[in-house]
Antibody
């Protein structure tokens, strides 16, 4: 069974840092692109960043470039999101999502981890 | 800035048919945008329904189908069930990134 479990969320002050993790199981992690998505309270979904199978290619949305860094450890079946210079508007539930194989797309989601940026 | 557009809300009767659309401010949506569709119910993470325009996942009910329609991506629900009441999001691919639409709140009344 494919499972994605996010962790690392919590309360952080503006300007602070947080590192999110996504533990993957039930599939060969190193064969899939992985993605981070967030959802602010009561709002829609926002695609943040993705990373290829080897970790050699990463892409991110302009609003987090230079502040958030996506990475992966295939030996540990783990995806990470390092978040620096956090802002109040980064408050959201953060989800990891697996890419499909073959045709561009996405299939499995984790249940998310809540990040609250507040003083 | 690229914006992906969806109907904010739609209402459909049980057993009816409804089509949700997904447009782009950059122009017509083609298969090259690889439209994906997701369903989200309150308090739950999103669930993938359709990828690359028309492809269903193993868990996607047969009443859901994806297509291109009038320069937009479309998600059609045929024979709507009460449990289909949810928020629906499309996701389009642009060069090196992806952009979600604002979502459509579907009411089944």
């Amino acid at each position: 069974e494919v499972q994605l479990v996010e962790s690392g969320g919590g309360l952080v002050q503006p300007g602070g840092s947080l590192r999110l993790s996504c533990a993957a199981s039930g599939f060969t992690f190193s064969h899939y692109w992985m993605t981070w998505v967030r959802q602010a309270p009561g709002k829609g979904l926002e695609w943040l960043a993705n990373i290829n199978e080897e970790g050699s290619q990463t892409y991110s949305v302009d609003s987090v470039k230079g502040r958030f860094t996506i990475s992966r450890d295939n030996a540990k079946n783990s995806l990470s999101l390092q978040m620096d210079s956090l802002r109040v508007e980064d408050t959201a539930v953060y989800y990891c999502m697996r890419g499909t194989v073959g045709a561009p797309g996405f299939d499995f989601w984790g249940r998310g981890t809540l990040v609250t940026v507040s003083s | 800035q690229t914006v992906v557009t969806q109907e904010p809300s739609l209402t459909v009767s049980p057993g009816g048919t409804v089509t949700l659309t997904c447009g782009s401010t950059t122009g017509a949506v083609t298969s090259g945008y690889h439209p994906n569709w997701f369903q989200q119910k309150p308090g739950q993470p999103p669930r993938a329904l359709i990828y690359s325009t028309t492809n269903k996942h193993s868990w996607t009910p047969a009443r859901f189908s994806g297509s291109l329609l009038g320069g937009k991506a479309a998600l059609t629900l045929s024979g709507v069930q009460p449990e289909d009441e949810a928020d629906y999001y499309c996701l389009l691919h642009y060069t090196s990134s992806w952009v979600f639409g604002g979502g459509t709140k579907l009411a089944v009344l």
